[in-house]
């Protein structure tokens, strides 16, 4: 089973600035790393694939990028809504498919 | 519009059974593969299990094996969970979610808004 480690646990940024997340695979999975953010009481929302695609209506200053292990969720320009919870996961080698254990957005 | 409405949770004893159902609207539904996956409260998401988009193939994760059965009903657009011996630790809410293709190899496009299940005495 593939583990996906997400870091930090709580990010604190300013609205504003730029916030960066980071998620790692226990081995290589190419670029087959999702994004999604959660809003508390919500059903998660499909944010990147392919590690770098955004999906439909995802608005810019979302971007990934990575491959292999190592990937990073980049936010430019923090909204109020931007502040939540974020799982990476991976879809390259399943079953399972595995999720990172979150990390969660606040405000500084 | 792609909608996908979960229904069948709530509260049941341990080692008692409950199924749940998701039906599927605003799209060819048996071009996807589907999936249920869970979250138990305050904590973070597991996939729970697959069926292909003919139903012809299942996975599970090791936790529900042997316990949980999924299904499909192309011509009705619906996925079930049949979850037999259920513990407190299948506590969370259950989402139903699309894959985005017909592969496996595909991340989770589409989600509904989860039904809760408690298993408590």
């Known amino acids: 089973e593939i583990v996906m480690t997400q870091s930090p646990a709580t990010l604190s940024v300013s609205p504003g600035e730029r916030a960066t997340l980071s998620c790692r695979a226990s081995?290589?999975?190419?670029?087959?790393l999702a994004w999604y953010q959660q809003k508390p009481g919500q059903a998660p929302r499909l944010l990147i694939y392919?590690?770098?695609t955004r999906a439909t209506g995802i608005p810019a200053r979302f971007s990934g990028s990575g491959s292999g292990t190592e990937f990073t969720l980049t936010i430019s320009s923090l909204q109020s809504e931007d502040f939540t919870f974020y799982y990476c996961?991976?879809?390259?080698?399943?079953?399972?498919?595995?999720f990172g254990q979150g990390t969660k957005l606040e405000i500084k | 519009q792609v909608q996908l409405v979960e229904s069948g949770g709530g509260v049941v004893q341990p080692g008692r059974s409950l199924r749940l159902s998701c039906a599927a609207s605003?799209?060819?539904?048996?071009?996807?593969?589907m999936h249920w996956v869970r979250q138990a409260p305050g904590k973070g998401l597991e996939w729970v299990a697959l069926?292909?988009?003919?139903?012809?193939?299942?996975f599970y994760a090791d936790s529900v094996k042997g316990r949980f059965t999924i299904s499909r009903d192309n011509p009705e657009n619906t996925v079930s969970l049949q979850m037999n011996s259920l513990e407190p630790d299948d506590t969370g809410v259950y989402f139903c979610?699309?894959?985005?293709?017909?592969?496996?190899?595909?991340?989770?496009?589409?989600w509904g808004q989860g039904t809760l299940v408690t298993v408590s005495s």
């Open positions: 081995q290589s999975v190419s670029t087959k």
């Open positions: 392919g590690a770098s």
């Open positions: 069926i292909s988009y003919d139903g012809s193939n299942k």
């Open positions: 605003g799209f060819t539904f048996n071009n996807y593969v």
């Open positions: 979610a699309r894959g985005s293709g017909v592969s496996g190899w595909d991340p989770f496009d589409r």
């Open positions: 996961q991976q879809y390259n080698n399943w079953p399972p498919y595995t």
